[in-house]
């Protein structure tokens, strides 16, 4: 059975800190993950990433895929109380036209 | 827990017919459903919240009388696409939210997404 599995579900932290997200996934013909950022309204794409070992960086955040392992991580350095947010991981798959999304994780970021 | 489905899954018709995409949480009763679309580089855009037994709230820009929204029950809201034109070909994602403490083994994150539904005008 396809699915994507997020964890941890939930995690409070205080600025400055580092956090690392992890989304691990088992997808029959995995084309792309992707994260997204889920503030108020629609979820804000951050990253899509389709090659293994290949970091992508965009600010204090970064992610990077294993696709032996499948599992990718989303790394927030320097937390700001604005990262407070659900992090959502989807993986689509070729030629089926589906996303799976994980469950999300909620980050909390404390003053 | 917590699962979301959608269907279609894929749709193809012609220009001006209209389209129905259904949007049902197995194993939650959900208040309130989103209906997103994405666009290129696959962001996602919300287009309305749905809200059981009363009438949706669609985002600015957003036509209520092309893409009409029904949440007739706790467990299914539908989309349907009217006078469909090939502009309105898309990937149409749903997610349902889940009401604190409700739902067993489920975290309380807010939102859980259905897998799409790829629809192609021709």
């Known amino acids: 059975e396809d699915k994507v599995v997020q964890s941890p579900l939930s995690l409070v932290v205080h600025e400055g800190d580092t956090v690392t997200l992890n989304c691990s996934y088992e997808?029959?013909?995995?084309?792309?993950l992707l994260w997204y950022k889920q503030e108020k309204k629609a979820p804000t794409f951050l990253f899509m990433l389709?090659?293994?070992?290949i970091e992508k960086k965009s600010g204090r955040l970064s992610s990077i895929l294993d696709k032996k392992e499948l599992f990718s991580i989303l790394n927030i350095t320097a937390t700001q109380t604005g990262d407070s947010a659900i992090y959502l991981c989807a993986v689509e798959p070729y030629n089926f036209n589906k996303f799976y999304f994980g469950s999300g994780t909620k980050l909390n970021v404390k003053p | 827990g917590a699962v979301v489905s959608q269907h279609p899954s894929r749709v193809i018709c012609k220009s001006g017919t209209s389209v129905k995409i259904e949007c049902r949480s197995l194993?939650?009763?959900?208040?309130?459903m989103f209906w997103y679309r994405q666009f290129p580089k696959k962001s996602l855009m919300l287009m309305a919240t749905?809200?059981?037994?009363?009438?949706?709230?669609?985002e600015q820009g957003v036509e209520k009388d092309k893409f009409l929204i029904n949440h007739a029950s706790l467990t299914l809201s539908t989309l349907t696409v009217t006078s469909a034109h090939p502009e309105d070909s898309s990937f149409y994602i749903c997610?349902?939210?889940?009401?604190?403490?409700?739902?067993?083994?489920?975290?309380?994150?807010?939102?859980?997404f259905g897998p799409g539904t790829r629809l192609t005008v021709l």
């Open positions: 997610s349902a939210s889940n009401p604190s403490g409700r739902a067993k083994g489920v975290s309380y994150n807010e939102q859980f």
């Open positions: 389709t090659s293994s070992g």
């Open positions: 749905s809200n059981e037994g009363s009438k949706a709230t669609y």
């Open positions: 997808v029959t013909n995995f084309r792309s």
């Open positions: 194993d939650f009763q959900a208040t309130t």
